[in-house]
């Protein structure tokens, strides 16, 4: 199976930077697509970026133009490079690994972004 680790939350204050790692099992993880979803308490699960097998990106309109998000297949590696961080971005952020091929989805167990003076 699939196994996923997300690091690199913690505090920082409004208009700071993180940077957040998701480490694959290393398991064929070029061939599936990535991304980060975040959920605050009292919120749905949302999409914030995406990152496809073939290396195209998507964003949610929220955070276009501050967070990017990349991979290193050989490291079995995916990054989200916050900048310019708003109190609402605080959240819990989850690494997710989708099937190019099944669409099979994995998910971890998340990290805490708190955005805060």
């Known amino acids: 199976q699939v196994q996923l680790v997300e690091s690199g939350g913690g505090l920082v204050q409004p208009g700071g930077s993180l940077r957040l790692s998701c480490s694959g099992s290393?398991?064929?993880?070029?061939?599936?697509?990535m991304a980060w979803y975040r959920q605050a308490p009292g919120s749905q699960r949302e999409l914030v970026a995406r990152?496809?097998?073939?290396?195209?990106?998507n964003y949610a309109d929220s955070v276009r133009g501050r967070f990017t998000i990349s991979r290193d297949n050989a490291k079995y590696m995916v990054y989200l490079q916050m900048n310019s961080l708003k109190p609402e971005d605080t959240a819990v952020y989850l690494c997710?690994?989708?099937?190019?091929?099944?669409?099979?989805?994995?998910w971890g167990k998340g990290t805490l972004v708190t955005v805060s003076s």
């Open positions: 990152i496809t097998y073939g290396d195209r990106t």
């Open positions: 290393g398991v064929r993880l070029g061939l599936y697509h």
């Open positions: 997710n690994a989708k099937s190019s091929q099944t669409g099979i989805e994995y």
